[in-house]
Each structure stands twice: as structure tokens, then as C-alpha cells.
């Protein structure tokens, strides 16, 4: 069950040569899901190869390099014949700005566009398998951040012991699994506790967009198997970041070991970095000792499951 993480953009509100604003695709098990739209993210999904065929687009808030791409990207959907409905998820209050922002240039989409409204603490996608919430984050505007939380999965189960209990090999060993109960060759029942472990986490993905350092996200965040945090800033600019409610890479790695996260991404990188952006990444890593990665626009990352590391 693959669930893999495309960087379409990881600059900061001014885009770079390097870097585009805002975009992060998510693809899980062929379930395609996009958080935030900056400018120049249907480019992006070109570019790097993830496709146009979102089903959900999740908006943290509404400053323009989270959103100004989705005027274009609905527009190229319909230029391709799109027919699915798209549903774009957004904070309570900001429906009606993004239906105008839809609809910017005169444009009637081809296909519904439906803007649904989540608070932070709701549940935007309940899907087979997994759902995605939203959570307050603290910015200069509205804005909250997602999380996308698998099921847990069945426990291992125990082959060479449910045939020493006499289950015949065959289609008895899904139904145990699945945790039905079946009839051994001798005519007992065996109970999938005999023979299934105790269940498995599934992969949490967090995605904070631009946010001071909060409580809630080392909440949301603990134990994920990757969080991806704003890191606008380095030390340097520590009061920037405060000032315009950004967070720098050190705050993000902070979080992210506060958190028992298994692996941090830091983005939102700021302009002001785009000759050599490593203070970012290094100063995150004096505060947390996971996996650190400072993503490059078009960056490709496969989340493994926690017990197994696929």
C-alpha cells in the first residue's frame, strides 16, 4: 500500500528559479490529494510527472501563494475534457473568496467544482482505508494545516500456527485475518486472536503550511511518519519569522522531536535563502535527530509503514 509525497513547491510567498510557492501532492494508493496551489503548480504536475487527476484539493488559507494557481489548474482540467466533480476543502469563512477566485477570469468550469468548508478539529476526507482532518495552525489570517491518518492495519498473522491448529490452507487463513472466526479440519473453532497479532499503525502525513510553532501541531504530529512543517527562516531572520508568524527551520525541528516524528520536511522556504538554503536544514538538525530533509521542488518521497519500514 504505497503512499508517496511529490514537493511541487517549497518556496516561500516570492517564487524563485528553484523554488515555486506552495504545493504539496500526495498519492495514496492511487487516491490523488493536493494541499495548497500556489502559483505555477499545474506547471509542477507536469513537470515532475504526478498527473492532473486530483479528486481533493486542501487549502490552508488564502494568501496568494497558496492559491493563486487554482484559477489555471481548474482551467487546464476543463481544457482536458475533466468530467469528475473536484472538491476543494478550505477553512470556515473563505468558501465564498475561493468560489470568486474560481471563477476569476470569467471562467465557468466544465465539471463541478465543489468548496467545502472544514474546521480545524473536522474531518475533511473520510476514505476507504484513511481519513484527512484539519487543525489550527497561527498565521496572519485564518489558516489551518492537515493530517492524513491511516486506519490501523490487521495484526501479522501466524501461518505455521493456525496449521498446527488444523486450519486447512486456502481462503480460511483471509477470513482469520480479516478477524472472523473459522472451523479447523477437526471440526473446532479457531478465534483470530489464536492466530493474528495485535493491530498495526498505519502512516500519519501532517502538513502544517505557514504557522508559527504550536502545541496543537506537536499534538497532531506525534509519532508521524512525516511531518511537513513551515521552515521559512533560518536563525537569522528569527524575528522575521515571528513578526510575519512563520516558523524557522531550528522552531520546526523542535517540533518535529517534540513530537516523536520519524522524519521532518522542511518548507516555505524564504527567497532570501535561494543561493544556499543549508542553515535551514542544518540548524532544524541541531533540534531534532530524525530524519531531516530540506526538499528540492520536484522531490519524491515514499512514507513506509512504522513496523516495517516499506
Known sequence: MSLRVTFLGTGGAVPTTERAPSALFANREGDRLLFDCGEGTQRGMMRFGTGFG??????????????????????????????????????????????????????????????????????????????????????????????????????????????????????????????????????????????????????TLVYTADTRPRERTVEVADGADLLVHDATFADDMADRARDTAHSTGREAGEIAARANARRLALVHVSSRYAADASPIRREAREAFDGECLLPDDGDLVEVPFPDTGE
Open 54 to 203: 486530483i479528486s481533493h484539493l486542501f487549502v490552508s488559507h488564502l494568501h496568494g501563494d497558496h492559491v493563486l494557481g487554482i484559477p489555471g489548474l481548474v482551467q487546464t482540467l476543463g481544457f482536458n475534457d475533466r468530467t469528475d466533480p473536484l472538491t476543494i476543502h478550505c477553512p470556515p469563512g473563505t468558501e465564498s473568496d475561493l468560489r470568486d477566485l474560481v471563477h476569476a477570469v470569467g471562467h465557468d468550469p466544465a465539471f463541478e467544482v465543489r468548496i467545502e468548508p472544514v474546521a480545524p478539529g473536522e474531518v475533511a476526507l473520510d476514505a476507504n482505508g484513511y481519513e484527512v482532518r484539519a487543525f489550527e495552525t497561527e498565521h496572519r489570517t485564518r489558516s489551518q494545516g492537515y493530517v492524513l491518518e491511516e486506519d490501523d492495519r490487521p495484526g501479522r498473522f501466524d501461518r505455521p500456527k493456525a496449521e498446527e491448529l488444523g486450519v486447512p490452507v486456502g481462503p480460511k487463513f483471509g477470513r482469520l485475518h480479516d478477524g472472523e472466526p473459522v472451523e479447523a479440519d477437526d471440526g473446532t473453532v479457531v478465534e483470530p486472536e489464536r492466530v493474528v497479532g495485535p493491530p498495526r499503525p498505519g502512516r
